[in-house]
Nanobody, 115 residues
């Protein structure tokens, strides 16, 4: 029922920056704990950042200090500011609620960090 659309990915050199955006068809961003996830080929999907209904943010150790999750309002969008990007950040990035049951997964947005 809820449609999630990720955007903002692309090809960037190591050390570069990208800002990902997540839009939703309903006002979900302050009524749910939300997160940014990523999945690389052959790897499990992992949570990289989350923001609670009260605005608390938590980051995976691998991105701590480099990524920032934020949201404009209950209507969105939600953002993931990605700085000092590394090749190991290469993955498809998705947004979704933090807890099960998840919304239907969007197509994600590809982030490729390479020289």
């Amino acid at each position: 029922q809820v449609q999630l659309v990720e955007s903002g990915g692309g090809l960037v050199q190591p050390g570069g920056s990208l800002r990902l955006s997540c839009a939703a068809s309903e006002s979900i961003f302050t009524s749910n704990d939300m997160g940014w996830y990523r999945q690389a080929p052959g790897k499990q999907r992992e949570l990289v950042a989350r923001i609670t209904t009260t605005g608390i943010t938590v980051y995976a150790d691998s991105v701590k200090g480099r990524f920032t999750i934020s949201r404009d309002s209950a209507n969105g969008p939600m953002y993931l500011q990605m700085n000092s990007l590394k090749p190991e950040d290469t993955a498809v990035y998705y947004c979704n609620r933090r807890w099960k049951p998840y919304y239907s997964w969007g197509q994600g947005t590809q982030v490729t960090v390479s020289s």
